[in-house]
């Protein structure tokens, strides 16, 4: 695939500049302090990506806090080990790892279906689980990886589990959909001609278009949603620039350096889960998140492209066609 050094070139540098700007603003102030939650009992919640990192905090507090919740992941090891290490932390907790990858269809529909057929109710469904500066290559199903897996997967997953979301959800304690997100999508533009990056490549751009579809998506469900009188809410939640193991594919002497700045300004797991557990939990936010971008505990303006309805539409629909759903 031809990619000019200016196409690639472009989109990282615009990246980083984005980053420096994040890393001053945590600089300059503290991280948000979760607030005493409410006892989640009786809820049921799904959290991609759960075995580490921000998810695995998000799983860790609800765990606390009595919500049965299901981790889904590919890293089997990892997902048992983190189920093993809640427990032995909370006694009580109900917690559960379930297989999950997001860069196979096949994959994500068969524990959408393992779910259903349990019977369950599903309250909260976090889509947390991504990947960043991924070397070139395809899912599965031969969709560039940033899109299928940050995007595509997500879109799937939700899609077929929000009968379930509906069902769930009700007057006072409706149903939420939280897809973790990033400034990056500031700097991301949507080809829906290329959504796969067909026509030139850049890991950097390609990342940026990931987190942007995500946003457009949580907008256009959460419009979906109100239209429909359903008992649902979607929003995007940043967690800010947190030190997991999301950089691992920096360009090498950037990974040098992160590694030591992420000791001073990153923030930690438990810090970054904080605004990601308040759009899932919060009584305050009750009907109130779905639709929003939530970063350090409140509300915050995104760029133009967020708001196109038509942008979202086209997208929508696109994503549809991809994946043979009406």
Not at 34 to 62: C, F, K, N, S, W
Not at 116 to 127: E, G
Not at 176 to 201: F, K, M
Request: with cysteine.
């Amino acid at each position: 695939m031809f990619s000019s050094p200016l196409s690639r070139l472009l989109p990282a540098i615009r990246l980083y500049l984005l980053g420096l700007r994040v890393l001053l603003v945590q600089l300059f102030s503290r991280p948000l302090k979760l607030p005493v939650m409410p006892r989640q009992d009786g809820m049921v919640a799904i959290v991609t990506g759960g075995g580490r990192g921000i998810g695995y905090e998000v799983v860790r507090h609800m765990a606390r806090l009595g919500a049965h919740v299901i981790i889904g992941g590919r890293d089997e090891q990892e997902g048992l080990a983190a189920v093993r290490r809640i427990r032995e932390q909370y006694k009580e907790a109900k917690v559960e790892f379930k297989t999950l990858d997001l860069a196979s269809v096949r994959s994500v529909r068969q524990f959408a279906q393992s779910f259903k057929q349990r019977d369950l109710p599903l309250n909260i469904l976090v889509n947390n689980a991504g990947v960043m500066l991924v070397p070139e290559g395809r899912t599965e199903d031969g969709y560039e990886h940033h899109f299928g897996v940050n995007y595509l997967g997500h879109f799937l997953l939700t899609w077929l589990l929000l009968d379930t979301l509906k069902d769930s959800g009700k007057s006072g304690h409706i149903s939420r959909v939280v897809n973790v997100s990033s400034s990056a999508h500031g700097v991301g533009e949507i080809n829906i001609n290329d959504l796969n990056s067909c026509q030139s490549y850049s890991a950097h751009a390609a990342y940026c278009q990931s987190k942007l579809a995500q946003l457009l998506f949580s907008s256009h469900l959460h419009q979906e949603m109100q239209r429909g009188g359903f008992p649902v809410s979607s929003c995007a939640a940043d967690p800010g620039m947190v030190d997991t193991a999301l950089y691992r594919h920096l360009w090498t002497p950037l990974r040098l350096a992160q590694c030591v700045i992420a000791r001073l300004l990153f923030r930690t797991p438990a810090e970054g889960a904080a605004t990601v557990l308040l759009a899932a939990l919060s009584p305050a936010s009750e009907g109130n998140c779905g639709g929003g971008y939530w970063a350090d505990g409140h509300r915050e303006m995104t760029t133009p492209p967020t708001f196109d309805p038509q942008l979202q539409l086209s997208l929508w629909e696109v994503s549809l066609q991809f994946l043979g759903l009406q």
